[in-house]
């Protein structure tokens, strides 16, 4: 008796043997289209075409089955031992990978009921809000309090959505399952019944207060607590505080989250801060001491140093953000910054062109250095 002598798997799929996981689902997803049997009623060429797919796309979606597939091609699957023996293997994992294809086509998905709970109670949405604060609040901790839109259980139904006196009634469509099974060639799917909106009830005298839908809109009031050293990004979950379920399904959750406001003299990293602060030039040569704002709102005393250069830092201990949740406090470091004087008089032009008069090399070590240097350098080029 003659056999049938099967297709290479990547011939079928149009695909190199090279091909990725990417390549390989783009290629099945296209030619499951073209071949489903819903799309080609009668034709028993487009129904073989489309179990060849999805053979293929079984063994070559996995690493393993396709490394043996690679090493010893049908053989491999000889003898009950794959998708290859007694029939093209349509099992759970080919259902799972042909979900999607059901969703774009169908709109719904093969495979259990996913969705509300018991009497269609479905869990409501979590919510976001961005809440900014000042480096301040962050470094002392604040109670802020919110107005959040969200929406509340009916207290006239109890969240039922029926008019107090009734009940909701077992849906007659999908008998209170939320789903109904819909043949389709030779699957059968499960899609959300569209009568009760996968509740599995549905509501025959709505109640007048929430048009059935067991929650009416609100503002709440909430009050935000904000840990000192609290960092910017941080989420702070408040449990049930989100959007009310429906049918007197459970509420979501609402999520803050924070972000902190730039600083007029500050920078954060971590529980570090950082200030710039320009000193004129005759500090800078002079030395002194400058009175620089901390973060707790005191001023802190910095010693600069005879002959200070720009971008010198000085750290002060223990004057950085509180580490959340720890005994730990980040530093202070001042970066200071020598300004050169502008818009000068007559007098101070006199006197600085003087005092350049007076300068030697000893009073500007760095840029009689670098000026050596280069005059060596062209020395050099010249030569």
Known sequence: MATVQKRDYYEVLGVARSADDKALKAAFRKLAMRYHPDRNQGDAEAEQKFKEVGEAYEVLREPQKRAAYDRFGHAAFEGGRGPGAGGPGFGNDFASAMSDIFEEVFGGRAGPRAGGGAGGRTRGADLRYNLEVTLEDAFAGKTVEITVPSSATCDVCDGSGAKPGTQPV???????SGRIRVAQGFFTLERTCVTCQGRGTVVRDPCGNCAGSGRVAQQRELSVNIPAGIEDGTRIRLAGEGEAGLMGGPPGDLYIFLSIRPHDFFQREGADLYCRVPISMARAALGGSIEVPSINGEKAKVKIPEATQTGRQFRLRGKGMPVMRSTQTGDMYIQVVVET?????????????????????????????????????????SQ
């Not at 077992?170 to 209170?176: A, K, L, N, R, V």
């Not at 000068?344 to 250095?369: C, K, V, W």
């Open 170 to 176: 077992t849906c007659s469509t999908c008998s209170g």
């Open 341 to 381: 004087p502008q818009n000068l008089t007559r007098r101070q032009r006199e006197l600085l062109s003087e005092f350049e008069a007076l300068s030697s090399n000893e009073n500007h070590p760095e840029s009689h250095g670098f000026f050596s240097r280069a005059k060596e350098f062209f020395d050099n080029l």
